[in-house]
């Protein structure tokens, strides 16, 4: 399966906005289920004011929120895909930055030392572009997902000694959500990476962070640890906007990788709860658009 350039432009132009507008069914579910659970009157209160801003958001067109966010491109390519990678990657940013001129949109991207914003939500190294592979024959699969910074700077990474075990890990995580507070607009999805790198221990925290609310860890060592922190973290009282209550967070979510034997790198990286994402699949078909 060929795939036009051209179109994809189109779609990564496309996305951006849908993921800036429509939030993905599996959060509007989490809220609704947090907001039945909930046992504090004013996290209660909290809760209904987000759905509602979502409500109005989807129904006027507006965005989810105003911080249009770091842009990242999750891109998947079939084993039977034929493209031009360079020319995808370029394709990809000319996309991301028609959609904040031509919308428009507020870009949030500035350099990092001269801190000058060419209003394109690009510079260097962004739009975040990671590719990955899979055996579908004739599928493309391109995900958007703005990350703010009310949440991205929420991460953490411990180069943590195996002796310390899983407790170390427990510990951490726990520590950081409550360092967090309320500054990552929660209820949050907490995303936890463990293992790999201090670099890939970072990028799977990430990729916890942004995974559909539902979904488990793979391996089930990974799941039960996410069970556990999820009934955890939402003892500690912070609650909805950091103003108390049972809804930290929608759920705590761990991808791990094999590490070194002398070490145990553990990151977190949270995603609040307006945790947008959009994406479109290629295939002969045509596009399909999800999430």
């Given amino acids: ?36 659970s909930e ?35 999750n891109v998947t390519i079939g084993r039977g895909v034929e493209l031009d990678g360079a020319e995808l990657k370029r394709a990809i940013r000319r996309g991301c930055e028609r959609a904040t001129r031509e919308h428009p949109l507020r870009s949030s991207v500035v350099h990092p030392i001269t801190r000058v914003n060419e209003q394109t939500s690009c510079g260097p190294g962004v739009p975040a572009i990671h590719v990955d592979f899979s055996d579908d024959a004739e599928r493309l699969v391109i995900e958007m997902v703005p990350k703010g910074s009310g949440s ?45 790198t201090s670099d890939l221990c970072v990028a799977l925290a990430k990729r916890a962070a942004t995974r559909a609310l539902g979904t488990r860890c793979p391996d089930p060592e990974g799941a039960a640890l996410e069970a556990s922190l999820s009934e955890a973290v939402n003892l500690l009282g912070v609650g909805p906007q950091g103003l108390g209550g049972d809804s930290t967070a929608f759920a705590v979510h761990v991808e791990l990788a094999a590490t070194h034997i002398t070490m145990n790198p553990v990151a977190v990286n949270m995603q609040c709860h307006s945790a947008r994402r959009a994406s479109a699949a290629f295939t002969p078909a045509g596009v399909a658009y999800g999430y």
């Fill in 152 to 196: 991205e700077n929420n991460s953490w990474l411990r180069m943590a000694i195996p002796a310390e075990g899983v407790a170390a890990i427990k510990t951490f995580v726990v520590d950081c959500v409550l360092d967090a507070g309320g500054k990552t607009c929660p209820p949050t999805i907490v995303g936890v990476g463990i293992g790999g």
């Fill in 1 to 36: 399966m060929k795939v036009d350039v051209a179109q994809v432009e189109d779609v990564a132009r496309e996305l951006y906005v849908r993921a800036l507008k429509m939030l993905p069914p599996d959060v509007k579910e989490g809220l609704a289920r947090l907001s039945a």
């Fill in 39 to 73: 046992t504090d009157s004013t996290a209660r209160q909290v809760l209904g004011t987000m759905v509602t801003n979502i409500r109005v958001a989807e129904d006027t067109g507006n965005l989810l929120c105003q911080d249009t966010g770091i842009p990242i491109y």
